[in-house]
């Protein structure tokens, strides 16, 4: 079995409708894929109507959380979505975007780049917008030559000249949350230090024994050696490893399946997660 765990659609930064989303992931020889948007299940009903005969979708998201100033996310899996303490925090996160991102172009504008809200606006689609929204605005004005250079210190970085800080929610607070929501959490990228700061591995252990289920060790931001000490990591404190692809459609590089995660792995994620349920395709009906 061929499983991706992190992947995005147009509900949030991708560049794939959510109906788009599964029909390349099973044209990419997938098995599973879930769909993890940045704390939005709005891609939800769209996906499961079009999941094609022989995928399997895994309803998910990408919860944005702070850690002693530290950025992270949190990705959540076959959670309730419904479950009104998770949507409450859900939306807090989600209806700060926009102020945050009209305060960034104000900062980029005042940097002498002629952004604006309209054009970041039609850029993201009616999806949450985000900083890939503002970095493709400045990769279409010729100011970067591609969304990950406009994530630098020089512009939408951590710390950066044109960032603003959002509301992002408290990672044990989220794990929590998911939990009662029946769903399963493990830690994203939890060593992409190319993205700007980490927290410590004494966090990750923290974070374990608030009941962390595990952490995503596979990914296009972690090198060789990064994955080796994550699994090391991951065997001392009991949890889960995770690979995906973190699909954005054409906003990154990375591809559908560039990495998965062992069926095994899976297997124990369906266990754990009483929240939701993975729908199987029916070709391009919602699953039974």
Known sequence: ??????????????????????????????????????????????????????LTLVTGAELSCRLDGVGL??????????????????????????????AM????QELGVPVTWEQVARI?????????????????????????????????????????????SDPFEV????????????????????????????AIAELAAAGLDGIEVDHMDHEPATRARLRGLAAELGLLTTGSSDYHGSRKTCVLGEFTTDPEIYGE???????AFPVPGAGGTVGV
Request: glycine share 8%; aromatic share 4%.
């Open 73 to 102: 996310h949190m990705l959540a899996y076959l959670f309730d979505p419904e479950e009104p303490e998770l949507l409450r925090e859900r939306e807090l996160v989600r209806d700060d975007r926009v102020p945050r991102a009209h």
């Open 269 to 275: 994620i369906t266990r754990r997660a009483t929240g």
């Open 175 to 202: 794990i929590r949350l998911v939990k009662a929501a029946g769903g399963v959490a493990v830690f994203a990228h939890p060593a992409a230090a190319k993205r700007g700061q980490v927290v410590p591995e004494s």
């Open 124 to 168: 993201a689609g009616g999806g949450s917008v985000g900083r890939p929204h503002i970095a493709t605005a400045l990769v279409e004005l010729g100011v970067v030559p591609s969304v990950s250079d406009a994530f630098t210190p020089e512009w939408l970085a951590d710390g950066g000249r044109a960032y603003v800080e959002k509301h992002e």
């Open 105 to 108: 172009i104000r900062k980029l």
């Open 1 to 54: 079995m061929r499983i991706d765990l992190h992947t995005h659609s147009t509900a949030s930064d991708g560049t794939d409708t959510p109906a788009e989303l599964v029909r390349n992931a099973a044209a990419a020889g997938l098995d599973v894929v879930a769909l993890t948007d940045h704390d939005t299940t709005r891609g939800y009903a769209e996906a499961i109507a079009a999941v094609p005969e022989g």
